[in-house]
């Protein structure tokens, strides 16, 4: 599966910005989708995810009630809501496909997109 996310930029604080992951290669349907985010001198942590079949949804606890994750599985796409953005959640996003495991970490993802910065400013 290739991923390409896009949507990233710059962003004040208290704004929102939606992002995209365009997938390709395999039968999108079959994997969960998930979003991670890296900031500076971090780790990668997870963000939202999303089951194969849409059924259900899973959010860290730092995003629920402001970002909302989503897919069209007709068009290959997985997105991120994000709104009433921090400072805090300035990080590279990245989308990712797996098939097994537990959707909320990254170990059970094998395939990843290259990553779309979020810059919110105060």
């Known amino acids: 599966v290739q991923l390409v996310e896009s949507g990233g930029g710059l962003v004040q604080a208290g704004g929102s910005l939606r992002l995209s992951c365009a997938a390709s290669g395999r039968t999108f349907s079959n994997y969960h989708m998930g979003w991670f985010r890296q900031a500076p001198g971090k780790e990668r942590e997870f963000v939202a995810a999303v089951s194969w079949n849409v059924r259900d949804t899973f959010y860290a606890d730092s995003v629920k009630g402001r970002f909302t994750i989503s897919r069209d599985n007709a068009e290959n796409t997985v997105y991120l809501q994000m709104s009433s953005l921090k400072p805090e959640d300035t990080a590279v996003y990245y989308c990712?496909?797996?098939?097994?495991?537990?959707?909320?970490?990254?170990?059970?993802?094998?395939?990843w997109g290259q990553g779309t910065l979020v810059t919110v400013s105060s």
């Open positions: 990712a496909a797996g098939a097994k495991g537990v959707i909320t970490r990254a170990t059970m993802y094998d395939y």
